[in-house]
């Protein structure tokens, strides 16, 4: 089993930044995929980031450029920089491990942004 606990969420206003963190821990394989996704009200979880442990990583098209995603493999935790914050960004963040066949969510943290 895998325990996600992510931090990081907040209010702040449009143009401003927060910066996510989501520590992992239990049976933490190496070779797993960590990312992010959101969920806004009334709509459908999507895709934020994602990073491989090798460091490959992979974007939603209306963050490129303005968020970024890095994790420290020897602590088990993927970190979200998100910069240039929009209201359009308001949602709860789900932390996502990806190991072999099995996928663990955290429990999510809400960034809300002001216009």
């Known amino acids: 089993q895998v325990q996600l606990v992510e931090s990081g969420g907040g209010l702040v206003q449009a143009g401003g930044s927060l910066r996510l963190s989501c520590a992992a821990s239990g049976s933490i394989w190496s070779g797993n995929v960590m990312g992010w996704y959101r969920q806004a009200p009334g709509k459908q979880r999507e895709l934020v980031a994602t990073?491989?442990?090798?460091?490959?990583?992979n974007y939603a098209d209306s963050v490129k450029g303005r968020f970024t995603i890095s994790r420290v493999n020897i602590k088990n935790t993927v970190y979200l920089r998100m910069n240039s914050l929009k209201p359009e960004d308001t949602a709860v963040y789900y932390c996502?491990?990806?190991?072999?066949?099995?996928?663990?969510w955290g429990q999510g943290t809400q960034v809300t942004v002001s216009s």
């Open positions: 990073m491989t442990s090798g460091g490959s990583t």
């Open positions: 996502k491990v990806v190991q072999g066949v099995n996928d663990y």
